[in-house]
């Protein structure tokens, strides 16, 4: 027996290391306990779970034998983060949205912020926000050498960019000081409205930033709107890296150097309450600028600058308050994936202008994170994680294969025009829509536990978004279209379209059952009335009759129960006025009993839709 140094670590180190397929074995005898014949690989194949993009998460991960090299913080291939302190000096920037197209009361809620806590703005002008010439008094108060600005003003990019440089030499902020993003996205706008920009305006301003500007940088890579548009993370990584390619083509074309035209970019991604997803996207991010910059002859100048934003696509509009969640966590995700600067977008940036209430929690929420939780202290906190290193890499490789895609069809451009983009997009989100609609990606307060006698949360009207191009999606629409049509049917009639809960036996063999139906129905404003607890045949006509039910009533039980009693209770229930019989089952279950099924799986959205039809609720 060796005898171990007493160091006080030595817990367990006298015993070998288990090896991989001893923990398979184990993992085949916990399976066969379940019922699942299953060996080798495909007990680890029975666990895992297959992503957008072809991508499979394992249920265990342990170091490879050949992997990347990520390199190390601020160096190539930037893997790890564009600068070698990460955000451990200050943590990552705070930039707020303003979205309003009065200048006062924009530059009210821009002192707001600055004064509590934002450490950088983002500004929309133009169609759809601030108007060009109010961009001084948005401002007035603002120091622009201290507060960096990021502008949007999507075809009026180059006015906008005008006025603010010629702002900032009134007000005397030397050229050196100023800091800014002047936003100048042709091909994010053409996305966005279908209209095409020529590139010239950005180029013309690029050389300008980099002549006399060296903190400004002129151009935005915007993947919000493929992202916006139900495309995945591949697809948002593949056409940010074809437009950025677009640009430093462009660029150099223009006359400025790789490295210089490299350094007018910065990137704009999403960031959702998928985590891991999160954090892999943005390192994979870097990985692959940086190998576009190693292609053009500078790779150390391809660190890339990183602004992200929490999620358009996942914020709801019923139980908006669950958004402070997900932001909170896909803002945890950006600042841990290495983003330079961070946008919460505010809990109610569904439902219009967001008030001042929403604007404090969302700047407070990367402040907790970088004050309180101090995610910012360790640079690339999430290197060293088998899992993320290697969804990284793999989607790193989807990212890749897609943008030469989108290359061989001619570019970015021309992608657009074609249709490959929307085409490649709109497939991308038909088959999350589906997984949506089956609730196999649930939606807390829209698709799982809707409140259906929460009041809603009204906000003044934003002004409309550009449109034309790309569709602009969001996870809880199929739902919202039939919780509106509920609403009108509460505005018309004084209630809420009803079903009926015949939960059958006793408790212990019925709750699953009719709480799984209680939140599918509730999820469609349908409400359900579970009174009595229990019903019998001889009791289910009366409870109906009492519960204001329109036409549609669904049994809740074991299939045991089901066997002895589902043909008698719905008889009673058809007798008492009953059109429909649902079972909160398996299909086949009592099947001459009943008329349809809902269960684990089923198209939710078709089956609230029909259920909507046959009580005469309209939209």
């Not at 601020?74 to 943590?91: H, I, T, Y």
Request: hydrophobic fraction near 45%; charge should be negative; proline fraction near 5%.
């Amino acid at each position: 027996m060796t005898v171990l140094p007493d160091d006080g670590l030595s817990l367990a180190a006298e015993f070998p290391d288990a090896t991989h397929e001893q923990w398979q074995r184990l993992v085949e005898g916990v399976l066969r306990k379940s019922g699942k014949e299953v060996s080798g690989g495909a007990a680890e194949d029975a666990l895992s779970t297959t992503l957008q993009d072809g991508l499979i998460t394992r249920p265990l991960y342990t170091a490879p034998e050949k992997a990347p090299d990520t390199g190390f913080p601020g160096s190539a291939p930037f893997v790890r983060g564009g600068r070698a302190e990460g955000n451990a000096v200050g943590g990552w920037g705070v930039r707020q949205r303003h979205l309003g197209t009065d200048p006062v009361r924009v530059n009210e809620a821009v002192l707001a912020d600055l004064e509590n806590g934002v450490t950088s703005l983002w500004l929309v002008l133009g169609r759809g926000g601030l108007p060009v010439d109010g961009l001084a008094r948005a401002l007035e108060g603002v120091y622009l050498d201290l507060a960096p600005v990021t502008l949007d003003a999507g075809a009026e990019h180059a006015d906008a960019a005008t006025a603010f440089l010629e702002l900032c030499a009134a007000r005397g902020t030397a050229p050196a000081d100023v800091r800014a993003r002047l936003g100048a996205d042709p091909l994010g706008h053409e996305a966005r409205t279908g209209e095409a920009l020529d590139t010239a305006a950005a180029v013309a301003l690029a050389r300008t930033a980099a002549e006399g500007y060296p903190q400004v940088r002129a151009v935005t890579v915007d993947a919000l709107p493929y992202h916006e548009a139900g495309g995945s993370a591949a697809e948002e990584l593949g056409l940010s890296l074809a437009t950025g390619v677009a640009y430093l083509r462009a660029l150099t074309g223009g006359g400025l150097s790789t490295e210089a035209a490299l350094g007018q970019l910065e990137f704009r991604y999403a960031a959702t309450a998928d985590q891991f997803l999160t954090i892999a996207k943005l390192r994979a991010a870097r990985r692959l600028w940086a190998r576009v910059a190693e292609a053009s002859g500078a790779p150390e100048a391809g660190a890339q600058r990183q602004h992200v934003v929490t999620s358009p696509v996942m914020t709801t509009r019923r139980d908006p308050w669950v958004n402070m969640l997900r932001a909170t966590v896909a803002c945890m995700a950006a600042g841990v994936g290495g983003a330079d600067a961070v946008t919460v977008l505010p809990f109610d940036h569904a439902l219009g202008l967001p008030d001042a209430f929403a604007r404090r929690i969302a700047r407070n929420t990367s402040t907790i994170l970088v004050e309180e939780s101090h995610l910012a202290r360790v640079i690339d906190p999430a290197g060293g994680s088998y899992y993320v290193e290697r969804l990284t890499d793999e989607l790193a490789h989807a990212a890749w294969a897609f943008f030469q895609t989108v290359e061989k069809a001619g570019g970015q451009a021309a992608a657009l025009r074609s249709g490959l983009v929307a085409e490649r997009l709109a497939a991308t989100w038909a088959e999350r829509s589906r997984k949506l609609a089956q609730r196999r990606e649930p939606i807390t307060g829209v698709s799982e536990f809707p409140l259906l006698s929460e009041k809603p949360v009204v906000r003044e009207p934003a002004p409309p978004a550009p449109s034309g191009g790309l569709p602009r999606v969001r996870r809880d629409e199929a739902y919202e279209v039939l919780r509106a049509r509920s609403d009108a049917h509460l505005a018309a009639t004084g209630a809420r379209p009803r079903i009926f809960l015949a939960a059958l036996g006793p408790a212990a063999a019925h709750t699953a059952r009719a709480t799984f139906a209680s939140n599918l129905f509730q999820a469609g404003g349908v409400e359900p009335v579970h009174d009595p607890v229990s019903v019998t045949a001889e009791t289910a006509a009366a409870a109906y009759a009492a519960s204001g039910a329109d036409g549609t009533a669904v049994l809740c039980s074991s299939d045991a129960l089901y066997a002895e009693q589902a043909a008698a209770v719905a008889a009673a229930l058809r007798a008492a006025g009953a059109t429909t019989v649902f079972l909160a089952g398996k299909p086949g279950t009592a099947e001459e009993a009943v008329d349809a099924y809902v269960f684990a799986g089923c198209d939710a959205v078709a089956v609230l839709s029909r259920v909507l039809d046959r009580m005469g609720v309209t939209s």
